[in-house]
C-alpha cells in the first residue's frame, strides 16, 4: 500500500500527520506552499478541486476532508487503537472530531482572513473579536471535557490529534488561552509524545524551506 499525504504547514494537515506517525504507517509527504498558492494548480485540483489540505492518496486514490482521512486511518490501522472499540465511545470520537472540524476550526479561519467573511471595509476587527469569542466558548466545552483526564477517552485517539492542532492554532494568533488549563495541559502531554515532535521538526522544517524559496 502506497501513502501519499500532501501536507502543507500550520494547516489541519498536522492532523493525518500526527496519526500516520501514531499508526506506524509508512508514508510519503508532498509539501504544498498554500502562501504561493500551489493548492490552486491544476495538477493539485485533480486531486482535490476544492483546493484543499489535507489530501490523503491511497494507491493513486485521493480521500479528502481531516475527519474522513482520521476514520480511514484508524480502521486501516486497527493495532494502533487510534478509536475507541465500543461503538458508543467510537462515535463520540468521530462526533468530536467533526466537531473540531466544522465548529472550532471555522473561527480559526475567520480570525485568520476576515475578509473573506466580511468585505465591508472596517470590519476586519469585529469579525476577529466574534470568532475568539466564540472559539473561546468551545475551548471551554472542551476544557470541561478533560477535566481530570489525560485524553478524550481512555487513551489516546485521532479525536485528541484534531483538537490538539485547533488549540494551538489559535495560540498563533497570540490569543491568550492560559484560562483553558485542561486544554494547556493536554497540549504539553501531546507535545512529550514521538509522533508530535516529530512532526514538530518537520513542520520547522519544510517552514523554513518555503521561506528560502520565496
Not at 486544554?183 to 521561506?211: D, N
Amino acid at each position: 500500500m502506497q501513502l501519499t499525504l500532501f501536507y502543507a504547514p500550520f494547516t489541519c494537515s498536522f492532523v493525518p500527520y500526527l496519526a500516520l506517525t501514531e499508526a506506524g504507517a509508512q508514508f510519503e509527504i508532498q509539501p504544498v506552499n498554500t502562501r504561493a498558492g500551489q493548492q490552486m494548480t491544476p495538477e493539485y485540483l485533480k486531486l482535490n478541486p476544492k483546493r484543499k489540505v489535507p489530501v490523503l492518496v491511497v494507491d493513486g486514490q485521493p480521500i479528502t476532508e481531516t475527519v474522513a482521512i482520521q476514520i480511514w486511518i484508524a480502521r486501516t490501522f486497527p493495532q494502533a487503537k487510534l478509536l475507541p472499540a465500543d461503538p458508543i465511545q467510537e462515535t463520540k470520537a468521530i462526533s468530536l472530531m467533526a466537531w473540531c472540524a466544522s465548529g472550532i476550526h471555522p473561527n480559526i479561519t475567520r480570525i485568520k482572513a476576515p475578509e473573506r467573511f466580511c468585505s465591508v471595509p472596517g470590519t476586519e476587527e469585529d469579525v476577529r473579536r466574534l470568532a475568539a469569542e466564540q472559539l473561546f466558548e468551545h475551548f471551554q466545552i472542551a476544557d470541561d471535557m478533560l477535566e481530570g483526564r489525560e485524553f478524550f477517552f481512555d487513551r489516546f485517539t485521532v479525536a485528541d490529534a484534531h483538537f490538539v492542532w485547533c488549540f494551538r492554532a489559535g495560540m498563533r494568533f497570540k490569543l491568550d488561552q492560559s484560562r483553558f488549563v485542561n486544554c494547556m495541559a493536554h497540549l504539553e502531554r501531546m507535545k512529550r509524545r514521538p509522533s508530535m515532535q516529530k512532526l514538530l521538526a518537520y513542520e520547522k522544517e519544510i517552514q523554513a524551506e518555503f521561506a528560502a524559496a520565496a
